[in-house]
């Protein structure tokens, strides 16, 4: 496997170009938003220059990674050359399906299709191409150039040598393959979203004030981040849609998005990314 297309430029979208083409293989970034693309890029320069301050790269393997990267506004045009596809955009099932169709009507026949979906059933969107046994879930983790794991996903239609070359890929770019089956929420947001869930209702119930709370789990639990701010640093909204997948999936109340949640996601306040969340930002 070389050639690599990422579709979406987001957050997610743009870590994982950055690992990739920092360990050698060419990127095809594709977003139809120019500015996403632009955006991304620049976030991958500042991210790169803070691996350079910190020793991590230097200013020439920045340069060569950089000259990995190509940039495409359409599938049709940066997918047919991949040998796998990621996809990376939005949390959004339907939008996913119909990206899954595009990918598989313009990818070449051997090529892999993985989606870095956090919960969406990778079985729903093998169904939406031809090629069910080649599609799997890569789950990145946020931010990608620093965590190591990626949480593999098969579906019942995978094939076994899909797997295991998904798992050698994800060895050469130095992080760790953990595989697991297609049940909600894998198992990161399975054991993730419960606790930061309980969190948010510990503290609409009174029990303590969003900094203890955070610092409890620091400190005791050794957390790098506390579960409301990690909350915060997620995105409510997407905290919200992934316990929802799991309520539906499982039928059991225990993964009920917290009335508090859903009431700062309708009011907007979605974390960092919109200024405020269970901080300020
Ligand atoms: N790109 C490159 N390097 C980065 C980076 C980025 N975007 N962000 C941070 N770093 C590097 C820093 O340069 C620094 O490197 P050194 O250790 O070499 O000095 C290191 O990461 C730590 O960064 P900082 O010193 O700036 O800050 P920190 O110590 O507070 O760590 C953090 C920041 C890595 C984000 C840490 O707080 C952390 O691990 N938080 C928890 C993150 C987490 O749980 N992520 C999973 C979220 S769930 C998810 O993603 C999946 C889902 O489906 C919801």
Not at 23 to 45: C, H, P, R, Y
Not at 219 to 242: E, F, N, R
């Amino acid at each position: 496997m070389e050639k690599i297309a990422v579709i979406g430029a987001g957050t997610m979208g743009n870590g994982i170009a950055h690992v990739f083409i920092q360990k050698g293989f060419k990127v095809n970034l594709i977003d139809t938003q120019a500015a996403a693309l632009e955006k991304a890029i620049s976030t991958i320069e500042k991210n790169m220059d803070r691996q350079i301050s910190k020793g991590v790269i230097t200013n020439e393997e920045k340069l060569a990674a950089l000259s990995n990267l190509s940039t495409y506004t359409s599938i049709e045009t940066g997918v047919p050359a991949a040998d796998l596809v990621i996809e990376a955009a939005t949390e959004n099932s339907t939008i996913k399906e119909s990206i899954f169709t595009q990918i598989d009507q313009c990818a070449k026949p051997t090529a892999i299709i993985a989606s870095n979906t956090s919960s969406i059933s990778i079985a729903q969107l093998a169904a939406a191409t031809q090629r069910p046994e080649k599609v799997i879930g890569m789950h990145f983790m946020n931010p990608v150039p620093v965590m190591k794991l990626v949480e593999i996903i098969n579906c019942n239609a995978t094939d076994p040598e899909v797997t295991e070359a998904i798992v050698a890929l994800t060895k050469k770019i130095n992080k760790v393959p953990c595989v697991v089956k297609d049940f909600p929420g894998f198992i990161a947001n399975r054991i993730l979203m419960p606790m930061i869930n309980e969190a948010i209702i510990a503290y609409s119930e009174g029990v303590s004030d969003v900094e203890t709370i955070d610092q409890i789990m620091k400190l005791g639990m050794a957390h790098p981040m506390g579960p409301l701010q990690l909350a915060d640093y997620i995105g409510l909204d997407v905290c919200k849609s992934i316990l929802d997948i799991m309520y539906k999936g499982f039928g059991n109340t225990k993964y009920s998005p917290c009335p508090l949640l859903v009431s700062m996601v309708e009011e907007g306040k979605l974390g960092v990314k919109t200024g405020a969340g269970f901080y300020k930002y």
